[in-house]
């Protein structure tokens, strides 16, 4: 599966922000999605992710209240809608798809991952 990440920016402190990321050539169904993000420097850390039907979402403590992931299955595209951004948001941000049978399952761990998107930079300065 193909997966193309947009809507990265720079905002200020405070603002909203929504990713998108579309994905092809796949039953898009069958996969858990997850958003990441990645500093230079450090490691690349899970933001949210969501189960195969959108039931079951997990979040990261530094988002948790602020982020919300969504997927929509017969678009094919899995959001993160971002608001009350701050400074330390700043990073490049991935999508993800992992293979799961687990129709509740939610992927936690960034080698569970089967397919990446090219990432998209996201800059909030305060």
């Known amino acids: 599966v193909q997966l193309q990440a947009s809507g990265g920016g720079s905002v200020q402190a405070g603002d909203s922000l929504k990713l998108s990321c579309a994905a092809s050539?796949?039953?898009?169904?069958?996969?858990?999605m997850g958003w990441f993000r990645q500093v230079p420097g450090k490691e690349r850390e899970l933001v949210a992710g969501i189960n195969r039907f959108g039931g079951f979402k997990s979040y990261a403590d530094s988002v948790s209240g602020r982020f919300t992931i969504s997927r929509d299955n017969v678009k094919n595209t899995v959001s993160l809608q971002m608001n009350s951004l701050k400074s330390e948001d700043t990073a490049v941000y991935y999508c993800?798809?992992?293979?799961?049978?687990?129709?509740?399952?939610?992927?936690?761990?960034?080698?569970?991952?089967?397919?990446w998107g090219q990432g998209t930079l996201v800059t909030v300065s305060s």
């Open positions: 993800a798809a992992g293979t799961t049978y687990g129709s509740n399952t939610i992927l936690k761990v960034d080698r569970e991952y089967d397919y």
């Open positions: 050539g796949g039953i898009f169904s069958t996969y858990a």
